[in-house]
């Protein structure tokens, strides 16, 4: 039977000489039967519309800071390291997706870069920026990463919900920024106890979610079924075409 092919978007080095993905995020898509194929940030525009035209799902994996000013902000001190080329690139990238409704998961960066894409605005930095600050909990956690750190509520409405069918989750935290503003069209779908948007969907899609989390990396059940819901419903693209 074919297995659909999951165009992953991944890491650049900061002086650009190196494309990579850490091993997780392959072996997570191949386990649900997907095949995974790292994208080249550098491609051009018509390569990455008929590169999109032949993918079943994108997936958006995680990395370092969207540059602020995609989202009309000065950068603040505590900004971490940015990738110009990647945020073009995954911008370009989610937009033809959203034109294919091509199923679409995004971790870590991967739901900042959804919500920026469609209009909203990150936290640059929880500890600087959080409104919050004296309920924040610690979104940085040390290793191992595989161990989880805090619970996450799931709105049970929510598409994440039919996928995980759990109403708490406990997830893995490695990220200092987070969703602000929600863009226009998204629902937040989970949320830290300290009110951190941790998951995003959009409705009407038939598969455009991101977590802030990194299912990858944990080996519950709940992780395991969002990877098998995104490469069924890659599946179902695929047979479609
Ligand atoms: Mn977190």
Known sequence: MPMPLIGISGSLDADGTRVFLLRAYMEAVQKAGGIPVLLNPSM?????????????????????DVVPARYEEEPIPEIGEQTPLRDEFELRIITLALERKLPTLG?????QI???ALGGT??????AQY?????LIDHRQPKPYEMPTHA???QTNSFLFQLVAQKE???????HQAIKQLAPGLCAT??????????LELADHPFFVGVQWHPERLTDTASARLFEGFVKAAACKMNRQ
């Open 190 to 199: 989970a949320a830290a106890p300290d009110g951190v948007l941790e998951a």
């Open 131 to 135: 409104p919050a600050r004296s309920v």
């Open 152 to 154: 996450v509520n799931v």
């Open 169 to 175: 989750l406990l997830v893995n935290s490695m990220h």
């Open 122 to 127: 990150l936290y640059q930095d929880l500890p």
């Open 114 to 116: 959804m919500n920026v």
């Open 107 to 111: 971790i870590c960066r991967g739901v």
């Open 44 to 64: 051009h525009e018509d390569a990455a519309a008929q590169c999109l035209d032949r993918l079943d799902g994108l997936l958006l994996a995680g990395g370092g």
